[in-house]
């Protein structure tokens, strides 16, 4: 599940693979963790668009 993180406080740090994580930062996580941080209110729901096909006419 994707997140964006809007919250961190100065004495807290997030690591998503060996990369600290900073406001604006869109990781993957799993669900659970993702629940965990959307109701600590660190992060919100990104939502997957489809991606569109370019049409060369």
Known sequence: MKI???NIELNE???H???VVNVGDV???????A???IA???A???K????KKDSKE
């Open 13 to 15: 740090k997030f690591v």
């Open 17 to 19: 693979n060996k990369k």
């Open 4 to 6: 964006k993180f809007i």
């Open 48 to 51: 997957d668009e489809p991606k």
């Open 40 to 42: 600590r209110g660190k």
């Open 44 to 46: 919100e729901a990104v």
């Open 27 to 33: 990781i993957d996580v799993t669900k659970n963790r």
């Open 35 to 37: 629940e965990d941080l």
